[in-house]
């Protein structure tokens, strides 16, 4: 059961408070926080998530959950463990593909080929990290990219793109660990050779 300090007793939060604050703030049951992650994250969330799927209702659903599962989890966030946006994110992508497998997905609910991901609309504030991606889809990783098995271009996005772990990545990808390697040391040789 979470703890509530009186309004006098919490610490303040605001625009400047780190998502590591934010976290702790929604562990003790501050809506407010939550607001300001939200705020904060659901803009490049949803343009990560629509270059994965074409259906902007399942990316909508991933977020909302995503948020609830925050709002729920907070208390599991552990700093130590890597960035709050990192541990964000893999909720994101683990609730995306759950939306996807959900019966009555639908054709318009299936993962994008890379060289069909939509572009982001301008009026999204572009992070470093989509900068990079844009330049990884578009250049010639992203042809390379396009030209791998689409499980092993699965297993490079899972574990680089998307920074997942291997054991992350075989519970998104539903096969065992030893296969997430594998296809990841068989694409990296590939994408050598196409980039010789």
Known sequence: MRSFLSRRDRPPIGPLSDDTELLA????????????????HAPWLRARLA?????????????????????????RYRASEGQAAAWIWTIAVRRLVSALRRPGAGRSGVLLAEENWPHVPSAVTQSAEDAVLVGVEH???????ARLSPDLRAAIQAT???????????????????TVKTRVMRAKARLRGYLA
């Open 139 to 145: 250049g010639d990783l992203g042809g390379a990219l």
């Open 51 to 75: 270059r994965r799927c074409a259906d902007p209702d399942l990316v909508d659903d991933a977020i909302q959950d995503t948020f609830v599962a925050v709002w729920h989890d907070a208390r």
């Open 160 to 178: 680089v793109l998307d920074g997942l772990t291997v054991r992350e990545a075989a519970c998104l990808l539903g096969v065992p660990e030893g």
């Open 25 to 40: 703030a929604v562990a003790a049951g501050r809506a407010e926080a939550l607001r300001m992650l939200h705020q904060r």
